[in-house]
């Protein structure tokens, strides 16, 4: 005995173990195991066949079979998608008359009686109000109907089953098959996809879902894609083909955010993750009718709420930044005059230009607004205020696309300038509310810093690329 | 550093070529004017080389290191089996005393490496080497295997994939000029000379018999039900325990509920819970097919 | 094998005082885990307990930060902390640390433990490892419902002798028994019901001998050590973080007599 009892007890731990059998955890766990069965078989009697099973086992055939499942699953996806698009149309529109239009005028009109000095309110409503207002209506209504549908095949145990679908997809890329539904769930919000990437109980399995969540296109950045392919791409076909062309534009960018999707789990799992550890668990629970009142709430509770709040929480900042740097002047030019200069070269270098380079850094809270700030930032420069209003480091948006696109070629931008934003658009570091999240659940900056870099340098790699092919074929 | 990693080389090698009742010429070993002087090895006299107490305790360490590293790989990683041996051969000259100490409290002090070697105590004990090789048993001869050596890696990791571990039992069904097949995890496996070589066994324990109905599960079909017999001590750390919570463990009952859509995963029913498993792992796990009228 | 008397299976339903306070959870007299399985229904237990409305996901791992409501219950109140769905306690992943490190040091009052009555076995494996360290739960045996439509009969009342606590049937989401289950749980944390859960043997050989020569020494450096058994087989296991709680005096909080001041460790 040493007089140290603590060490005696481990000293004792340690040397008593060689007396037991080297698999102790298994015998430990089966011995537990034959416990409960006996008590299971003593308690339970099975009375008479079970009516549910024969549903269930058929119903599972169906959906996981290859001439049925695959089918299910893209008509699940396609419903859902056009449920939430459709259906978010309407409240967006709403929310936008009534706090980007109105409530803006009614803080303006309340300011001026006030007698508030026109900083103060520039600060306050045109930076921090407006952009704040723009994410909420953007964001909001889409989330509040994708995320309880989502959550609505969770709780009747689809989404199981699509994970037993896909897993053998996703094992190629070193991935698990639940990353299928956390890289779904990206689609509507890559912050929620990386709250949902919870479910992947396998660490590596886990960081790798976190850090290429990003190359789901999120509902922030369908509505850049949307524009750019309409006014850009569109008008280079035949008018009655340029909705198809457009349409097809923006899906083959988000099915390129796929193919990054497992070309970078690929290379992690056999990079950077390679030593992490590894398991595979998956269990395929009943099928249980959900309850659509119940979830409706609690997933907006859980989901849209919080992901709301956090975009709240960091666009209002930027809202402010965007106003203070094309507000403040210094020798005659204001502060993102500057930063366009500064990064010109970095962004005639990858097809696009400076302002958008700089609306990339100032809108990094959200993605909703980098098209506003693009716009704010080049009637700045261009003085060709086309129907824009009078003030400056305003964000807004055109609701006439012959006036945008006549400010945008009017500030030189080419069919190269969109396609190469495009690229970007979907290459690029997470939004911040991402990134915190990413720090929440991995509590490693390392990783943090690797899900920002990663898909920045895929972005500016792909793009150059594109620019230099572009230019040497000739065109501008 | 490169001259610590140089000098316990070396000495390792020393004492690997000694222990195997080899001689060492001094004029032989790159640094053995080194080992002398740090009185690490003495000349035996006659130009060749012996170990002094403090080279073969020295010695011992950096195996001791070598083997924790390993272990620790194995079991809280996901290094695959054929890089355990390089990557603890680059880290073993860069641990202290105390890191090592660490590591053998982490892993609550093992006895053996995932090789089936002897992991040297902190003060120097080395439990003596046991079995002999695979290449001298007869036909029909059952035992287990206590060490897999992992030199050269190309030939461990056919080993290791095929299901051969520490404490994994196997029995001899032919020998032959091309190689000697082996019945063993589950399946039958035949070995080249080479590869035979890489296997050391031991006797069945007094209370051990051979099963040759033991099979993979991946090996299950459709309507059949099997019960569980083992998992491979392949299968190690978090894998190991996720298959035990989930009720893979010796006595459970399984059957087939669905099939992947291209095959994998399989999904088991498994203690009342449908649980899809991937191939790697229901090739680790050991069943014995049961009739139909046992099931109940 | 510890046997007792059946305690809920014979006692009159009094009207529930059921008081749902939500998140109001600042000065309570009882703390109450909630553990189980996946997919065994737990939260909807949880929002039935407390009018919170979780989300109850097909997933493990789904509450790995806690969720926490509070109750009152014949004039007592309540605190209860929702644990995450794990299928063991024995595994290094952070639910699993997370739910055994509050059943054990957070020393609830008493730990309701879930259980799905169409997967009773796999779910008794959770609770025999629950009952190894703690001594006071109740198991809610929920789905019945389920079970019925799987033409199952229970014999909860045999189940409750036999385990040595009390157990109660449940189909949560039409919210059956949650009466009972609230009296079951009133019951054990204010006494008037005491637990003597089944901890059955392991036949490890060598086991019980080390055991029996490591407990003396446990008790010399930690006097009064509750669940000195399972943290007799911890040490043995070779885990780690038991070898920790023994080394740096973290264990000194499972003295029988000590008084947890804050519930659970994490956040």
Redesign the interface.
């Known amino acids: 005995m040493s007089d140290d009892?603590?060490r005696?007890?481990?000293d004792?731990?340690?040397r008593?173990?060689?007396?037991?059998?080297?698999n102790?955890?298994?015998?430990?766990?089966?011995?537990?195991?034959?416990?409960?069965?006996r008590?299971?078989?003593?308690?339970?009697?099975?009375?008479?066949?079970?009516?549910?099973?024969a549903w269930e086992?058929r119903l599972?055939?169906f959906l996981?079979?290859?001439w049925t499942?695959?089918p299910t699953m893209v008509l699940m996806l396609a419903v859902v998608l056009w449920i939430t698009i459709s259906g978010a149309n309407v409240p967006s529109e709403l929310l936008a008359t009534l706090l980007v239009d109105r409530g803006t005028a009614l803080w303006h009109s309340l300011f001026a009686a006030l007698h508030a000095p026109a900083w103060l309110s520039g600060l306050l409503i045109d930076g921090i109000w407006l952009t704040t207002a723009w994410v909420v209506a953007v964001m909001l209504p889409p989330m509040a109907i994708f995320f309880p549908l989502f959550?609505l095949l969770?709780?009747f145990?689809y989404?199981?089953r699509v994970a037993?679908?896909l897993?053998?997809t996703f094992?190629w890329a070193g991935a698990h098959?639940k990353q299928a539904l956390t890289m779904t769930m990206g689609f509507g919000c890559n912050a929620a996809g990386v709250v949902a990437t919870?479910?992947i109980?396998?660490?590596?399995e886990r960081l790798i879902a976190i850090l290429t969540n990003n190359f789901s296109l999120c509902n922030g950045r369908w509505p850049t894609q949307i524009v750019l392919a309409t006014i850009f791409i569109g008008v280079l076909v035949p008018s009655h083909l340029s909705q198809l062309v457009a349409t097809s534009a923006v899906l083959g960018i988000a099915l390129l955010g796929v193919v990054f999707m497992f070309g970078s789990s690929w290379l992690l799992s056999r990079t950077v993750l390679?030593?992490?550890?590894?398991?595979?668990?998956?269990?395929?629970?009943?099928y249980?009718p959900p309850?659509v009142l119940?979830?409706l709430?609690?997933?907006l509770?859980?989901r849209t709420l919080i992901v709301l709040w956090r975009a709240i929480v960091f666009a209002a900042p930027a809202g402010a930044l965007l106003w203070l740097i094309t507000n403040i002047h210094v020798g005659g030019l204001s502060i993102a005059e500057y930063g366009i200069n500064a990064l010109q070269p970095l962004g005639w270098l990858m097809g696009l230009n400076g302002v958008i380079l700089l609306a990339y850094v100032v809108a990094i809270p959200a993605n909703e607004i980098v098209i506003p700030t693009i716009i704010a930032l080049t009637t700045m420069t261009t003085a060709a205020a086309v129907g824009a209003p009078e003030t400056t480091g305003v964000i807004y948006e055109f609701s006439d696309q012959n006036v945008l696109k006549s400010l945008l070629v009017g500030a030189g931008w080419t069919t190269l300038t969109a396609v190469c934003l495009m690229l970007f658009s979907l290459l690029h570091n997470p939004c911040s509310t991402t990134l915190y999240t990413i720090y929440k659940e991995t509590h490693s900056a390392k990783w943090t810093t690797v899900a920002a870099l990663m898909p920045i340098a895929f972005g500016i790699v792909v793009c150059s690329l594109v620019a230099l092919v572009w230019r040497a074929l000739g065109g501008s | 550093m490169a001259e610590r990693e140089q000098l316990e080389d070396a000495l390792k090698l020393l004492y690997d070529a000694l222990d195997s009742g080899e001689t060492v010429r001094s004029a032989d070993l790159p640094v053995s004017a080194e080992l002398v002087a740090a009185e690490l090895a003495r000349d035996a006299g006659d130009g060749t080389l012996a170990l002094t107490d403090a080279g073969r305790e020295y010695a011992l360490q950096v195996i001791r290191a070598h083997r924790l590293y390993e272990t620790y790989?194995a079991h809280?990683?996901?290094?695959p089996a054929d890089e355990w041996h390089r990557q603890a051969h680059a880290v073993e000259h860069t641990l202290d005393a105390e890191a090592v100490e660490d590591i053998a409290r982490a892993l609550?002090?093992p006895?053996y490496d995932p090789h089936g070697d002897p992991i040297p105590t902190a003060d120097g004990q080395l439990p003596p080497p046991r079995g002999c090789g695979l290449s001298e048993r007869p036909v029909g001869w059952a035992g287990r295997i206590i060490h897999v050596e992992d030199e050269p890696p190309e030939l461990y990791q056919v080993l290791a994939q095929a299901g051969f571990a520490p404490?994994v039992r196997l029995r001899i069904e032919a020998t032959g000029t091309d190689g000697t097949t082996v019945r063993v995890a589950g399946h039958t496996v035949t070995l080249s000379a080479g590869q035979a070589a890489l296997v050391q066994c031991d006797g069945l324990r007094p209370d051990e018999v051979f099963d040759a109905s033991v099979i993979r599960l991946r090996d299950l079909r459709e309507g059949e039900t099997a019960e569980v017999v083992s998992?491979s001590p392949l299968v190690r750390?978090?894998?190991?325990?996720?298959l035990?919570?989930?009720?893979v463990?010796?006595?459970?009952v399984l059957t087939i509920?669905?099939?992947?859509?291209?095959?994998?995963?399989v999904?088991y029913l498994i203690?009342g819970?449908?649980?899809?498993?991937?191939e790697e792992?229901t090739e680790r796990i050991m069943i014995r097919r049961r009739a139909a009228s046992e099931a109940a | 094998m510890a046997r007792t008397t059946s305690p809920c299976a014979t006692c009159a339903l009094s009207t529930p005082q059921l008081d749902r306070l939500g998140l109001d959870a600042q000065e309570v007299d009882y703390v109450v885990a909630l553990a189980g399985n996946?997919?065994t229904g737990k939260s909807t237990v949880f929002?039935n307990l407390t009018g919170l409305?979780?989300?109850?996901?097909?997933?493990?791992?789904?509450t790995?930060a806690r969720a926490e409501g509070a109750f009152a219950y014949r004039g007592a109140r309540y605190r209860i902390v929702d644990l995450p769905g794990t299928y063991?306690l024995?595994s290094a992943?952070p639910?699993e640390e997370v739910a055994r490190d509050f059943i054990l040091f957070g020393k609830p009052a008493v730990t309701i433990v879930v259980a799905d009555a169409?997967r009773?076995?796999?779910?008794?494996?959770l609770?025999?490892?629950v009952l190894h360290i703690t001594d006071r739960a109740v198991l809610c045996v929920n789905f019945l419902d389920?079970a019925e439509?799987?033409?199952?009969?229970?014999?909860?009342g045999?189940?409750s002798t036999?385990?040595g606590i009390p157990v109660v049937g449940a189909a949560a989401?039409q919210g059956r028994g949650i009466p009972e289950l609230l009296e079951a749980v009133a019951d054990v944390a204010e006494g008037r019901v005491e637990c003597r859960p089944l901890r059955?043997r392991?036949?490890?050989?060598?086991?019980d001998?080390?055991i029996a020569?490591?407990l003396p020494?446990?008790d010399?450096?930690y006097p009064g050590v509750s669940h000195a058994d399972w943290v007799?087989?911890r040490?043995?296991?070779?885990d780690e973080e038991m070898?920790t709680a023994?080394?740096d005096?973290h264990l000194g909080e499972l003295r029988a007599d000590h008084v947890a001041t804050e519930a659970g460790g994490h956040e």
């Open positions: 009892p603590r005696d007890v481990l004792a731990a340690d008593l173990r060689w007396d037991l059998p080297q102790f955890r298994d015998r430990w766990v089966e011995q537990t195991y034959a416990e409960s069965e008590l299971a078989s003593a308690y339970v009697r099975q009375d008479q066949p079970s009516r549910r099973l086992r599972d055939a996981t079979n290859r499942g695959y959550t969770e709780d145990g989404l199981p037993f679908n897993d053998s094992k098959g919870r479910v109980d396998s660490p590596r390679r030593g992490e550890a590894s398991t595979f668990s998956l269990e395929l629970p009943p249980r309850r119940q979830t709430y609690t997933s509770i859980d | 790989l809280r990683t996901g290094h609550g002090d006895l404490d998992i750390g978090l894998a190991r325990s996720r035990l919570d989930l009720g463990v010796p006595g459970s509920a669905l099939r992947g859509p291209g095959g994998q995963p999904a203690r819970a449908t649980i899809a498993l991937r792992q | 996946p997919n929002n409305r979780q989300h109850t996901g097909n997933w493990p791992g789904k790995i063991s024995l992943t639910d169409t009773l076995e796999r779910n008794l494996n609770l025999l490892q389920e439509a799987h033409g199952l009969v229970l014999d909860l045999g189940l036999e385990l989401r059955p392991f036949e490890i050989p060598g086991l001998h080390a020569e490591l020494l446990l010399h450096a007799a087989m040490l043995l296991e070779g070898a023994v080394r005096g």
